[in-house]
């Protein structure tokens, strides 16, 4: 970096004259640099979606993925490096089944996020290592009250709750439109919601970038309250509406 920030980035514990650590602000660039991924807590569940750039012709369909399971009531989606992220995808699998094997029950989904934070917060810290180069939203619904939640993690290890976030390449464009539909809609089932994230995806994708493939999950009623992918039936029906309800908007403007 020129000017004030030369040679305050070449490590990690390293604090620039006007307080920042250059290293984390880069892998936030990392994460803004990746394809839009957003999670919408529901009434009855949560949503995840994600915009997958298509790097060839000859990628197999439903391959590089950026959505999660970390066990049967919680899933991840992902921006940023994906490579980072799977390793951070483990770390949750193993938090949850050791808080299992200790406590015999399943780990509430505050102490995950919470200890997900901190393992991110940690690579922060050292000279010999580098932050993770990926943000996380973790969604949950809870097993016995249903109660569903959802958290953003973000490189530097700091944990956010939300109702509807967006993290990623189209991340301001994609939260003022969940920020407008959780408005007029405040009871907002998952299946009703399907139309509504894959229209935002479509609608903030740059049609600069490569083609994409929409990737939703989700947990639910429909799931079983069991965190997996929305049937390919359903998700066709639901983008073919949402690219209609964007041509249609497009034509009145």
Known sequence: ?????????????????????????????????????IAICCKDG????????????????GT?????????????????????????????????????????EEIPPEILAERL???????????????????????????DTKVPSLFCIDPSGMVFKYTGTAVGKGKQAAKTEIEKLLAKNPDLTCEEALVHVAKIIHKVHDEKDKEFELEVSWICPQSNYQHGAVPSEKLKVAETEAKRILEAEQEEE
Do not use: W
């Not at 949560?46 to 369909?61: G, I, N, W, Y």
């Not at 993925?65 to 799977?86: E, N, Q, T, W, Y």
């Not at 934070?117 to 932050?131: K, N, V």
């Open 46 to 61: 949560v949503v995840f979606a994600a915009e997958k750039f298509l790097l060839s012709k000859m990628l197999v369909p």
């Open 1 to 37: 970096m020129a000017g004030t920030g030369a040679g305050y980035d070449l490590s990690v514990t390293t604090f620039s004259p006007d307080g920042r650590v250059f290293q984390v602000e880069y892998a936030g660039k990392a994460v803004e640099n990746s394809g839009t991924t």
């Open 117 to 143: 934070g901190l393992f991110m917060h940690a690579y922060t810290l050292y000279g010999s290592i580098r932050p993770f180069g990926a943000a996380l939203l973790l969604g949950c619904v809870e097993k």
């Open 64 to 104: 590089n993925k950026r959505i999660f399971p970390v066990h049967r009531h919680a899933g991840m989606s992902i921006a940023g490096l994906v490579a980072d992220a799977r390793q951070l995808v483990s770390r949750a699998r193993s938090e949850s089944v050791q808080y299992n094997t200790q406590y015999n």
